[in-house]
């Protein structure tokens, strides 16, 4: 009996529960009056025989694979393995896929012998824990469905089971980035012990290549997140606003003070698509057509390091992308600016831009000020823009022209090669992405405390 | 206090000052126009570049191919070909050379490589529809390989120009609609490449996560806006939510890569893994515009519930979840296509591996859409930047179509109350 069938039949019996239930109530109604409806019964009924067998369920799946391994090598097969982990572990593998079925034969000959007692095992196990299941979720079906009376208040019960569901749901979001700061902590804390956590916040030279044999040239191991921290903020917070700020402001300054409101309705949207464009499509975008364009450029104008990989090809495709955000945040923030003080100033005789320059916009600076640092934040986390069209090699330089690399970048490149877990490259790239977790959190607080710290409340 | 004379407004100095004004603000306002033609003409030039270089990907040509089969090193017998393992016997005899010197008998020993892993596919699929065919020599139409197919589109080097222009002269080239590029999957060989694969690992990712983050995201909301108290816990799970609604996405990938990958052990590149974790991306999203939804929603018709005696419970779920539901499914779907973009969460948990074959389930490796760009795009072989721009059309496609549902939900079905 497989897990899935397990809870296949968990589902049957709780709705069977329910459907008794169900009849139950009804046939008591026909007796005198129920205080809840027959449904209710019913529900109740089959919730209580679902909900711990599914949760006794959900504990059992994962603990299960780790019996079977146990048991597994404590077989008389398992203790003829090799006792050198790497070796048994690659076995052990392989004779998992035999044994589900997804290849005929492994490159140990120890794995065949292993798959049908891995087979026998995980038959075993599952037997136990979907009968275990099962049992109380029989169990739990009599309990219940013995209260089922014409007095019994069955509505109340099932909405506060329901109420445990919505709170469940409600607390999968701390759950989650409980999960991340979790996660980053631990996986850099093992990064640190590798590494000097001092030379990685400080250190100024990144080459993450560690070298495999003592005279290799240009693999020093280093981890200095300097380099990459100034150019993601080179690319985002410099190059892309830039492009992004003016650019944003000036649309939504445009859209919302001096085009047609028909013009508006058709300007708005498109302005829009822009930001649901995926981000894959810019990176290529900015690879194949707007870097080429960038280095020719640089050439142009004498710089004869134009990289084909310049920061400044990324740093404005991403300040495109940032300008609908921009531009919205800004659009809510002169819009929450009151009627009377624009009337105010253009009754005084000024015209609409020395309204919009010394009355509208001081009046929303905050609103502003707290969208564009939001915006930071969005293009620092910026990945695939970046991928595709910034460098690898870690510069420190301040040449819109030279390549610059990224956290981001960084941390794909990190994971995506072929290396073990725990190497210290891996656990590199979460630190990185604590890092990044950080900037990015510390970037919203202050963006959050700038709107409701210095924002006026008109009326 | 003694006041000065008053302004004469006629006087050229005066006049002078308006004009100036007046200048200022007519260049305001071009700078404005400026701003959104800017914004405007890039998003075209994007979408026009990619359709020129993209549209190409959806044409191939086929060139006509004299190919005897008696004279052929092929030892396939028809009448074997019958029954459901026809397709297997075909493909393990060995066509690819079978091709290749009927290529060189036709248009000489340049012609050796002409065809690739596409006209492999396409003779396999002919031979199986119809075995009588290898009793005969019959001049098959069949799509050429990725170098003649450049050289017939472009410029190319100077043997494969030689080629199609041969070609040409024969009447032995043509161009068709690129059925191969929608049914087939990932490929070495950029002629025989196709989004199939990648579309139907989407749509198992997606499928995941709509299971997972609309549910869950639904059910926050309303705790949230109905039955939460006031009280530190309500105030972290608030501050949780707009904070993950923050995080970069491929944060998410990393948490995704520690905890579902190295935790709880599930397969890598799966489907089921790529899915649960755009589903933790997405549900913050969801509650969001589920909570806005929600409150949108009239008091008075909560209180006409509770009036007739319905209880907390059944009001929502009777009465506001249903009235709030065309704004919580548009919120939804915008959610939805944007994760159906996001690529970098994915290549953290795996979903970068040449997958030459659709998945059969959400635990079969598998790819999406977004990665399959981000891998056809690092790909030197020039017949892949056509390839990647048409899989960028067909993605541009579909979100189009997502954002177009969006929108028709907010103006058909959403009330203004």
Same mark, same amino acid.
């Given at each position: 009996?497989?897990l899935g069938?397990a809870?296949?039949a968990?589902?049957?019996?709780a709705?069977g @529960?329910?459907?008794?239930?169900?009849g139950r109530? *009804?046939?008591?109604r026909?007796?005198?009056r129920?205080?809840?409806?027959? #449904?209710?019964?019913?529900a109740?009924?089959a919730?209580? @025989?679902?909900?711990p067998?599914?949760?006794?369920?959900a &504990?059992?799946?994962?603990?299960?694979? *780790?019996?079977?391994?146990?048991?597994?090598?404590?077989?008389? %097969?398992?203790r @003829?393995?090799?006792?050198?982990? $790497?070796?048994?572990?690659?076995?052990?593998?392989?004779?998992?896929?035999i044994?589900s079925g997804?290849?005929a034969?492994? /490159?140990?000959? %120890?794995?065949?012998?292993?798959a049908?007692?891995i087979?026998?095992?995980?038959?075993? /196990?599952?037997?136990?824990g979907?009968?275990?299941?099962l049992?109380?979720?029989l169990?739990? &079906?009599?309990?219940?469905?013995?209260r089922?009376?014409a007095? /019994?208040?069955?509505?109340?019960?099932?909405e506060?089971?329901f109420?445990?569901?919505?709170?469940?749901?409600?607390?999968?979001?701390?759950? =989650?980035?409980?999960?991340?700061?979790?996660?980053?902590m631990?996986?850099s804390?093992?990064?640190?012990?590798?590494?000097?956590?001092?030379?990685?916040?400080?250190g100024? %030279?990144w080459?993450?290549?560690?070298a495999i044999?003592a005279?290799?040239?240009?693999?020093?191991?280093a981890f200095?997140?300097?380099?990459?921290?100034?150019?993601?903020?080179?690319?985002?917070?410099i190059?892309?606003?830039?492009v992004a700020i003016?650019?944003g402001?000036?649309?939504?300054?445009?859209?919302?003070?001096?085009a047609?409101?028909?013009?508006? =309705?058709?300007?708005?949207?498109?302005? %829009?698509?822009l930001?649901g464009?995926?981000?894959?499509?810019?990176g290529y975008?900015?690879?194949?057509?707007?870097a080429?364009m960038?280095?020719?450029?640089?050439i142009a104008?004498?710089? =004869?390091?134009?990289?084909?990989?310049?920061?400044?090809a990324?740093g404005?495709?991403?300040?495109? $992308?940032i300008i609908?955000?921009?531009?919205?945040?800004?659009?809510?923030?002169?819009?929450?600016?009151?009627q009377?003080?624009r009337?105010?100033?253009?009754?005084?005789?000024?015209t609409?831009s020395e309204t919009?320059r010394r009355?509208?916009?001081?009046?929303?600076?905050?609103?502003?000020?707290g969208?564009?640092?939001? &915006?930071?934040?969005?293009?620092?986390?910026?990945?695939?823009?970046?991928?595709?069209?910034?460098g690898?090699?870690?510069?420190l330089?301040?040449?819109p022209?030279? #390549?610059?690399?990224?956290?981001?970048?960084?941390?794909v490149?990190?994971?995506?090669?072929?290396q073990?877990?725990?190497?210290?490259?891996?656990?590199?790239? /979460?630190?990185l992405?604590?890092a990044l977790?950080?900037?990015?959190l510390?970037?919203?607080?202050?963006?959050?405390?700038i709107? *409701?710290?210095?924002q006026?409340?008109?009326? | 206090?003694?006041?000065?004379a008053p302004?004469?407004w006629t006087?050229?100095e005066?006049?002078?000052?308006v004009?100036r004004?007046?200048?200022?603000?007519?260049r305001?306002?071009?700078f404005?126009?400026?701003?959104?033609?800017i914004?405007?003409?890039?998003?075209a030039?994007?979408?026009?570049?990619m359709?020129?270089?993209?549209?190409?990907g959806?044409?191939?040509?086929?060139?006509a191919?004299?190919?005897?089969?008696?004279?052929?090193?092929?030892?396939l017998?028809?009448?074997?070909l019958?029954?459901?393992?026809a397709a297997?016997t075909?493909?393990?005899a060995?066509?690819?050379?079978?091709?290749?010197?009927?290529a060189?008998?036709?248009?000489g020993?340049?012609?050796?490589?002409?065809?690739g892993?596409?006209?492999?596919?396409?003779?396999?699929?002919?031979?199986?529809?119809?075995?009588?065919?290898?009793?005969?020599a019959p001049?098959?139409?069949?799509?050429?390989?990725?170098k003649?197919?450049?050289?017939?589109?472009?410029?190319?080097d100077?043997a494969?120009?030689?080629?199609?222009?041969?070609?040409?002269?024969?009447?032995?080239?043509?161009?068709?609609f690129?059925?191969?590029f929608?049914?087939q999957?990932?490929?070495t060989?950029p002629?025989?490449?196709?989004v199939?694969?990648?579309?139907k690992?989407?749509?198992?990712?997606?499928?995941?996560?709509?299971?997972?983050a609309f549910?869950?995201?639904?059910?926050?909301?309303?705790y949230l806006?109905?039955?939460?108290a006031?009280?530190?816990?309500t105030?972290?799970?608030?501050?949780?939510?707009?904070?993950?609604a923050?995080?970069?996405?491929i944060?998410?990938?990393?948490?995704?890569?520690?905890?579902?990958?190295?935790?709880?052990?599930l397969?890598?590149?799966?489907p089921?893994v790529g899915?649960?974790?755009l589903?933790?991306?997405?549900m913050?999203?969801?509650?969001?515009?589920?909570?806005?939804?929600?409150?949108?929603?009239?008091p008075?018709i909560?209180?006409?519930?509770?009036?007739?005696?319905?209880?907390?419970?059944q009001?929502v779920f009777?009465?506001v979840?249903p009235?709030?539901?065309?704004?919580?499914?548009?919120?939804?779907?915008?959610?939805m296509?944007?994760a159906?973009?996001?690529?970098?969460?994915?290549?953290?948990?795996?979903?970068?591996?040449?997958?030459?074959?659709?998945?059969?389930?959400?635990s079969?490796?598998?790819?999406?859409l977004?990665?399959q760009?981000?891998?056809?795009?690092d790909?030197?072989d020039?017949?892949?930047?056509?390839?990647?721009?048409a899989?960028?059309?067909?993605?541009l496609?579909?979100?189009l179509?997502?954002?177009g549902?969006a929108?028709?939900?907010?103006?058909?079905?959403?009330?203004?109350?």
């Amino acid at each position: 009996m497989s897990l899935g069938l397990a809870l296949l039949a968990i589902l049957i019996v709780a709705f069977g @529960a329910g459907w008794l239930g169900f009849g139950r109530a *009804r046939r008591l109604r026909t007796v005198g009056r129920l205080h809840s409806l027959p #449904s209710y019964h019913g529900a109740y009924v089959a919730l209580w @025989a679902a909900i711990p067998a599914l949760l006794l369920l959900a &504990a059992w799946a994962p603990m299960q694979s *780790r019996l079977v391994d146990q048991a597994v090598l404590a077989s008389p %097969e398992g203790r @003829a393995l090799p006792t050198v982990e $790497m070796q048994r572990d690659s076995i052990l593998s392989e004779a998992r896929e035999i044994a589900s079925g997804e290849r005929a034969q492994g /490159f140990n000959p %120890e794995s065949s012998t292993l798959a049908p007692r891995i087979v026998k095992e995980q038959s075993r /196990f599952a037997l136990m824990g979907g009968a275990a299941t099962l049992l109380v979720a029989l169990v739990a &079906a009599v309990l219940a469905s013995r209260r089922t009376s014409a007095q /019994f208040r069955a509505r109340t019960g099932v909405e506060r089971w329901f109420m445990v569901v919505l709170f469940a749901a409600s607390l999968i979001a701390i759950l =989650t980035t409980l999960g991340i700061l979790l996660s980053l902590m631990f996986e850099s804390l093992r990064f640190f012990r590798l590494y000097p956590a001092t030379s990685f916040i400080f250190g100024l %030279e990144w080459s993450p290549q560690t070298a495999i044999r003592a005279d290799q040239a240009g693999s020093s191991g280093a981890f200095g997140s300097i380099p990459l921290l100034w150019g993601t903020f080179f690319i985002g917070a410099i190059i892309a606003m830039v492009v992004a700020i003016p650019l944003g402001l000036m649309s939504a300054i445009y859209l919302t003070q001096y085009a047609h409101p028909r013009v508006r =309705t058709w300007l708005k949207p498109i302005l %829009e698509i822009l930001a649901g464009v995926p981000t894959v499509v810019y990176g290529y975008f900015a690879a194949l057509t707007v870097a080429p364009m960038v280095r020719s450029l640089g050439i142009a104008l004498g710089v =004869t390091s134009a990289s084909s990989e310049s920061a400044l090809a990324a740093g404005s495709v991403m300040g495109i $992308m940032i300008i609908p955000f921009i531009s919205s945040m800004a659009d809510d923030s002169i819009a929450a600016v009151p009627q009377a003080m624009r009337d105010g100033s253009l009754a005084m005789g000024a015209t609409k831009s020395e309204t919009i320059r010394r009355v509208l916009l001081p009046a929303a600076l905050p609103g502003v000020m707290g969208g564009i640092l939001l &915006a930071v934040s969005r293009a620092i986390g910026e990945t695939m823009i970046v991928v595709m069209a910034a460098g690898l090699a870690a510069n420190l330089t301040a040449n819109p022209f030279a #390549s610059v690399t990224t956290v981001t970048v960084q941390i794909v490149q990190l994971l995506t090669g072929d290396q073990e877990f725990d190497s210290a490259k891996t656990l590199a790239a /979460f630190a990185l992405g604590l890092a990044l977790f950080l900037i990015t959190l510390l970037l919203n607080l202050i963006a959050l405390h700038i709107v *409701r710290r210095y924002q006026e409340q008109y009326e | 206090m003694s006041s000065s004379a008053p302004t004469r407004w006629t006087e050229p100095e005066m006049h002078k000052r308006v004009r100036r004004r007046y200048a200022s603000e007519r260049r305001f306002r071009a700078f404005g126009f400026a701003a959104v033609s800017i914004s405007v003409l890039f998003l075209a030039f994007l979408l026009v570049s990619m359709g020129s270089k993209g549209l190409g990907g959806f044409v191939q040509y086929q060139a006509a191919l004299p190919i005897d089969f008696a004279k052929s090193s092929l030892f396939l017998d028809p009448a074997t070909l019958r029954g459901p393992d026809a397709a297997q016997t075909v493909a393990s005899a060995d066509l690819e050379t079978a091709i290749s010197q009927a290529a060189t008998a036709a248009y000489g020993p340049d012609a050796a490589e002409m065809f690739g892993d596409a006209a492999v596919n396409v003779l396999t699929r002919k031979i199986v529809a119809d075995p009588n065919i290898l009793t005969g020599a019959p001049t098959l139409w069949l799509p050429v390989g990725s170098k003649v197919d450049v050289a017939a589109k472009h410029e190319a080097d100077a043997a494969s120009e030689h080629l199609v222009n041969v070609l040409k002269s024969r009447n032995a080239l043509r161009s068709a609609f690129n059925m191969e590029f929608l049914t087939q999957s990932d490929s070495t060989d950029p002629s025989a490449v196709g989004v199939w694969g990648a579309l139907k690992g989407t749509f198992l990712t997606i499928l995941v996560t709509i299971g997972l983050a609309f549910p869950v995201g639904v059910l926050a909301a309303v705790y949230l806006e109905e039955f939460a108290a006031r009280n530190r816990w309500t105030d972290a799970i608030e501050v949780s939510i707009n904070n993950l609604a923050a995080v970069p996405s491929i944060i998410f990938g990393l948490l995704g890569l520690a905890v579902f990958l190295n935790i709880m052990d599930l397969p890598r590149s799966a489907p089921l893994v790529g899915g649960l974790t755009l589903a933790l991306m997405t549900m913050p999203v969801i509650v969001i515009a589920g909570r806005n939804a929600i409150k949108t929603v009239p008091p008075s018709i909560r209180d006409a519930a509770l009036g007739v005696g319905a209880s907390k419970m059944q009001v929502v779920f009777h009465h506001v979840l249903p009235l709030a539901l065309p704004g919580i499914l548009t919120g939804t779907i915008i959610g939805m296509a944007r994760a159906l973009g996001e690529t970098a969460p994915l290549l953290m948990i795996g979903m970068r591996a040449f997958i030459a074959a659709p998945p059969t389930g959400i635990s079969a490796p598998a790819t999406v859409l977004p990665v399959q760009i981000f891998l056809w795009s690092d790909e030197v072989d020039r017949g892949f930047v056509e390839k990647t721009s048409a899989a960028i059309i067909v993605l541009l496609l579909f979100m189009l179509v997502m954002n177009g549902l969006a929108i028709y939900l907010r103006n058909h079905f959403e009330r203004r109350w």
